[in-house]
């Protein structure tokens, strides 16, 4: 497989450059940078030489799909929508980690991501990238709105005690908190070292554009209008997402109980691991790697589900899980090129 | 007045070293350390030197009663309850940064604390310090229960809303991070530098012994049984705790409301900072000083009220507010030796 | 005094703030601020309000100096001899944070800082601000050009020995370890927190523009010319800068003899502390504080005498030190407003 | 191959645990702990689930050299001595990751280490396991020392230049920086996060127990007795060494001279990254990855060269090195299980 990165050189691409780059199946053949172009990739990230020595190109995604079997894009949205396009009528594919394909309903898209943009949305072949709950879709799709990394760590944690009705659908309150490389490769005063160090601080508190994204999936598993609390925080680490998710139970249920049922909903998806009661994830247990732990603990005394998820934000969280939608796309083992171990300590 | 800390090495201990070193009305008469017993506390912490040269001594705790004026207590509760004995009888006072202090009703303390300490609880002379709710209370009181360092960022946050009744009193969901030096100076593997950085992990979830601490206060605020759902967790951070807090809207209310209704709750504390809509706390805002910053939003959608809390943990959630306490016991004005600015960056 | 601080809200120019906010004798007059211009500085930086809620102005230097006594500036070097025009002219003082006034030799200075200025150097009545060694001529200067932070951790520590021909002239090796802060407040690639954090790196090696003022001084200080080789590096953490400094020792001498050197050396400063041997300095120790710190050791199989230093970057490397010789300027105690203790943890 | 691990819960122990896992001709056979004997390695480490969930056994050592091929001991020397007599004796292999045999004067070892233990050190069939230097014999060894990681990070950095007499043999500064990892497992007050972050220390200053080693090596590089002079410090990251080394020059030589030489020297090394003039070596270009990188700049002005190393401790500085000498100890490719690229960030 030939594969084509667009927008190789923020924190997302060169995940996707460092798995790619051991990946059996692969061939890296493609690299834009608009900030670095005509420099090569090993230049710019020089950790990444003797792996990947290949020169950044410019802008010419008609190239870039011409010579590649699929496409990563990390572009914004109305340049995705073009290369999208250039995809279909090619009859090549496209993994996109950014949020123009993860929505069904365009309109819902262009209100909170506040875009003008007219597309004829619905002739895309497209599904949203959550493998474990899509896989079937992903495997016969063209394009792949590969999830952001809130909503991975959300829906994942959710889906087996919403489809089950375990828990009411009101008062879903999310609180996650992630590590820094979340906010981008981009120099902002509030990325910086001196800034972020020592600082835990909530940002776009009820605002996320990421909210539109986690209703949708938890309305589609629940076949009817859920609506959750959102408020993402930044803390201060490189990588890790760490989402603390509060429920209403809807009935006596134990921790044991609620252990198996999750147990059962995952018990083909390699990538989860659940953790037996009394165990809770951390973002250390699976930093580097693209594997989600997920523990509970029931607040008996208000009758609340506290379920904790943890991921690598660049892994399963973004790249991690991209490559995990191309091995299936091109009829490859789900892990292939991702069964790593986290990196500890 | 003559001042004495009782285990005066741990964090608590060495941030009222800190601190009353540099207070204009009171003198460190005695300091005592099981661990560095004749040890000079600035040979232990050399950053002292010239500020603070005194022995560490053993556990002759009747002398330090005798000799001082105010104890400050950081031992285990046992050795407290003892302390607190010798206090009264001998006219003196003390603040304790344990939770043998905390409760109006022993039996709770003894279920949460598994305690079979007996003890004459109502005897002592007490209060729950929390400055800005029991001013008039701690002026006049002989032993203050100083509060655990996540109430303290919880209470104020909560109060004004509880007070009015803005919000309901079910579904309140307390979702607090806290930096390490909140888990003690004791050497533990989960303490380690390595095992920390880079990782963000919840603990005792829906277990803390802070639980009983918070929902004793809310009760009391709100006139009725309140009960809470409160998660703490670790990042990666050495001070500082958020408290991201979320609670049903009683009613119709609008952000500048709910601002005005906090700027008058805190009118007369110095230590309470209410942030204008939009603007949200972060630990590094208030990182070394004995400030409070409290902020909000108001999520329609699901008419949730969030309330942000930050503080210094060592500061107001510990070793700050027991100093301001004591400046309320002497009749000082209540910032005297605290009215420093943050540190930043 | 009415002191204008010029270009204020970079991370010296916060500091400054936060110092002379609490200073008895000191009443913050003008700001300015060229990226944050008529916005409140307490806007800027939350922390600050209640303490300083001044508007940041723009760049009429003339009315800064016309009602100021004291100026600090952290502008550019070609700025701020415009500044100290005026402030000569107006018989008022000015302290320099940027290197403009820190030279004997403005030749020197040019070559260095590859300008072309053009000014009658000699006509700034101006003093090298290192106050332990300049402290008299510090008192009757107009300008006092403040000096580095890596200067000052590497003179103090070198001044004793050097002086005192314990070591030879040759093979003075300078390695220092700075925490990002020292690399300033602009939003850079190099400066993000997930480039820098789980980081170190050195920089600038052998070519940094703090070694001619080094080495300026140490010349001064020994009578004869001195070389010496200099490495910087960045370090994950916000402040402190420690520096290992190796010798080669003249003679047979003891690690006594050396401490009661440096003992009698700075027997009168206040903010140097000896160590004793056996102790290292290190950054936390300083932190927040205007205090160095100096330590060594002997190592006897090369006959090498190897000094450690240890300061707080921004505060006697930068904005602490600047007020210390504010104070002296005024006539003031050194350690005004400057007596604080180190944060810890 | 079958292999066994002798103290496997440190951090060493489970990276060892974390690359042989996925090396395809390694079977993890045999793990001991002393402190969590009995529990398996996947409890204790949740983040090895599903790639190694073996019983932790105690200390059977007889047994594991029985059903074992090759032994990695990270045992104390007393321990480690006995284990060698049995691998001798057995015809198996042992990789220590101690100093046990490290050296080639028995003597010497006894001296730096304070040790009493009587044995015959030269019946050992044993070798210093830097691989780059040593390959050959190590192909042939039943015994590795394998080197501490600073010695890996110095003696890499040193050899092309010491060989090659471009330096001369006087007056050589070690500067280490190193995480906190290197530290080890140990609880500890020193090793405490809060202790740790924002603190940079030096510590063991010409006192190192990684000094012997170091000249051992160095003085049969260059043929003739050469001493250092070496200061290790703690820095706030977990992983990583960065090494800042100062030699004088003997003769005038080019950057690009020394770079050739250097290229030339490592032509064969697959694991060596020699950076070209003007780029720098940091910590977090070889994070998690078994690569060495080195660089240099010429002080001009001092005739110094000053060479800059960066290694990940645990991988090249002690697990990663172990399995690269294993592999050649069973005629495998070097970097066979090993060649990963670093993360970042």
């Known amino acids: 497989m030939k594969v084509g990165i667009l927008g190789a050189t923020g924190y997302t691409g060169i995940e996707l450059i ?11 053949t ?4 608009k900030h670095f172009e005509s420099q090569l990739i090993s230049e710019v ?9 290949k020169i950044l190109e410019g802008d010419d995604f008609k190239k870039a799909v011409a010579i590649c079997d699929v496409i990563f894009s990390t572009l914004p949205h109305e340049l995705t929508f073009e290369v999208g396009k250039m995809v279909i009528d090619a009859g090549k594919k496209l993994i996109d980690l950014g949020p123009a394909f993860r929505f069904d309903d365009f309109n819902f898209f262009k209100k909170w991501y506040g875009s003008n943009v007219e597309i004829e949305y619905d002739k895309y072949h497209k599904v949203y990238g959550l493998t474990e709950l899509y896989r079937e879709k992903v495997k016969n799709s063209q394009i792949v709105g590969n999830p952001g990394c809130y ?27 992630s590590g820094v490389s979340g906010a981008g490769h981009e120099p902002k005063f509030s ?18 554009r990421h909210i539109p994204e986690i209703e949708q999936e938890l309305s589609k598993i629940m076949e009817q209008d859920v609506k959750v609390v959102f408020t993402p925080h930044l803390v ?7 989402s603390t998710i509060y429920c209403n139970l809807e009935s006596d249920i134990t921790l044991e109980d609620v252990y198996d049922l999750y147990q059962e909903f995952y018990k083909n998806d390699y990538f989860i691991k659940i953790l037996k009661p009394g165990k809770y994830p951390s973002t250390k247990s699976v930093a580097g790697s693209n594997f989600c732990q997920i523990g509970f603990e029931i607040d008996e005394r208000t009758n609340t589900l506290i379920i904790i998820s943890a991921i690598d934000n660049l892994m399963k969280g973004a790249s991690g899980q991209a490559v995990q939608n191309m091995n299936l796309m091109f009829g490859l083992p789900e892990n292939k090129g991702l069964d790593v171990i986290r990196i500890f300590p």
């Open 191 to 208: 990325n910086l070292y001196s800034e972020c160090n020592e600082n835990t601080k909530p940002y776009k508190v009820a605002k996320h």
């Open 151 to 177: 909503p991975t760590s959300v829906i994942l944690a959710l889906a087996p005690v919403l489809k089950n009705r375990v828990v009411v659908d009101k008062n879903i309150i999310i609180d996650s908190k």
């Open 236 to 242: 201060p680490m490189t990588r890790g997402i760490l």
């Open 45 to 53: 990230y020089p950790g990444l030489s003797g792996f990947c020595d």
């Open 30 to 33: 493609y690299l834009s940078s």
């Open 18 to 28: 460092r798995i790619l780059s051991k990946h059996a199946n692969a061939k890296i």
